[in-house]
């Protein structure tokens, strides 16, 4: 069973920065993705942004294409997210998720991965 374990998350003001980190207890060979997912209390989990780990594609949600950077280090089994440019509409729980036989066009739907981490909160406030 895979394990992920997020970190990062805290409060910062608008338009400041985090970069959360999401490290894995084991990586699968076969089109493996990970992907960050965030849910508001009461809502669903929403996309934000996946990488395969093979060739290195990457999705974005389109509320943060541009101020969120999606990145991974295969020595380290971990994927990062910087959040640049925060508003408090990115106020939510961040989970990081992923997965194996993952093909490109799945790599936004949350039922694509298997293995989800305990989340981290980020909170943007004045």
């Known amino acids: 069973q895979v394990q992920l374990a997020e970190s990062g998350g805290g409060s910062v003001q608008p338009g400041g920065s985090l970069r959360l980190s999401c490290v894995a207890s084991e990586r699968s060979t076969n089109s493996y993705a990970t992907a960050w997912f965030r849910q508001v209390d009461g809502g669903g989990r929403e996309f934000v942004a996946a990488?395969?780990?093979?060739?290195?594609?990457?999705r974005y949600a389109d509320s943060v294409k541009g101020r969120f950077t999606i990145s991974k280090d295969s020595a380290r089994n971990t994927m990062y997210l910087q959040m640049n440019s925060l508003k408090p509409e990115d106020t939510a729980v961040y989970y990081c998720?992923?997965?194996?036989?993952?093909?490109?066009?799945?790599?936004?739907?949350?039922?694509?991965?298997?293995?989800w981490g305990q989340g981290t909160q980020v909170t943007v406030s004045s």
């Open positions: 990488i395969r780990w093979s060739g290195g594609t990457t």
């Open positions: 998720a992923a997965g194996s036989g993952i093909i490109l066009s799945s790599l936004t739907r949350r039922d694509a991965y298997a293995h």
